[in-house]
């Protein structure tokens, strides 16, 4: 017998603080396109209202972001047929679903959530973490479970929130006496985390160390003769090493040819490869992928507000029918 677990639905979403870069696509862009492939029913959530958490002083980053995130998703063949790319900020019951689930996350449970604790650090919000910035892990179970979301194709860094996503699942299942919500799951690929062109761990927008999928030939060409190697491969005849070096990294990420990036691999190990030629290689492996994506930017002239607008209107249908749901399962007064 199928269950509510084994519906085809995927969600996930991004940030919209910037345009996407090469981080995003080997993380989880290329998954969405295969699920949509296969026929998956697919979701793609521009996250504002979770943007809004750390950009509150700063909406205007935000507006000036959402164009350019539909904007990629279009140019690297995300379909408005076939997946729905929606505003959270414009369905407004997540916002009702977060409330709901807060009653059942306790504020230590996120201040333990290791992603949250990162975060945390990075932006020195030690002390003065906005509480809404503290509970967008509830919201994002709120976002994943409004849509029945079965898999949620995502980079490892999420993998925290999903895991709350499925405690808030079964939580509300066991006080409903009935499955209302699948267990969602996460999807990781190949390549869980690029990292950044200087050499740290996560390629970032506001790190300003990624490659962007709109940067022009020219901006990557520059950007991957910046790249960090290895700084102990002095002459091109000393022996250098492969982990670590993002030049490599960005390779196993962006060359199809598996074989040549193992040759070369070897080749550099064993010391005669140059920093500069496998640059080159890196370059013309980058372009290889990048122009098609281009194309695409330029070819599809489609209205991002007209997509928004009719992605919005199918998601925020059934967002309704789940919270509804969801409050009779709790015993909620309707009124
Ligand atoms: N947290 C994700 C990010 O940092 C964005 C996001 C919001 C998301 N809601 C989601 C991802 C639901 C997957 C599922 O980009």
Known sequence: MSTINDTKIALTGDRPTGPLH???????LQNRIRLQEEGYRCFVMIADMQAYTDNAYNTAKITAAIPQVVSDYLAIGLDPSRTTIFLQS???ELAELTMLYMNFVTVSSLERNPTIR???KTRNFERDVPS??????VSQAADITAFKATCVPVGDDQL??????QEIARKVNRVGGRDILPTPKGLLSKVTRLPGIDGKAKASKSLGNAIFLSDSQQEVRDKVMAMYTDPNHVRVNDPGQVEGNVVFSYLDAFEPDVGKVEDMKRRYRAGGLGDV????ELISALEAFLVPIRSQREASNINFRDIINEGTRTAR???AETTADVKDALGVFRA
Request: hydrophobic share 45%; with cysteine.
């Open 132 to 137: 809404g910035f503290l509970c967008y892990p």
């Open 160 to 165: 925290p929130m999903i895991e709350l996503a």
């Open 317 to 319: 249908k059934i967002a």
């Open 90 to 92: 414009a369905v407004p």
């Open 277 to 280: 030629a496998i640059k080159r």
């Open 118 to 120: 990162e975060e945390l």
């Open 22 to 28: 090469l981080g995003h696509y080997a993380g989880t």
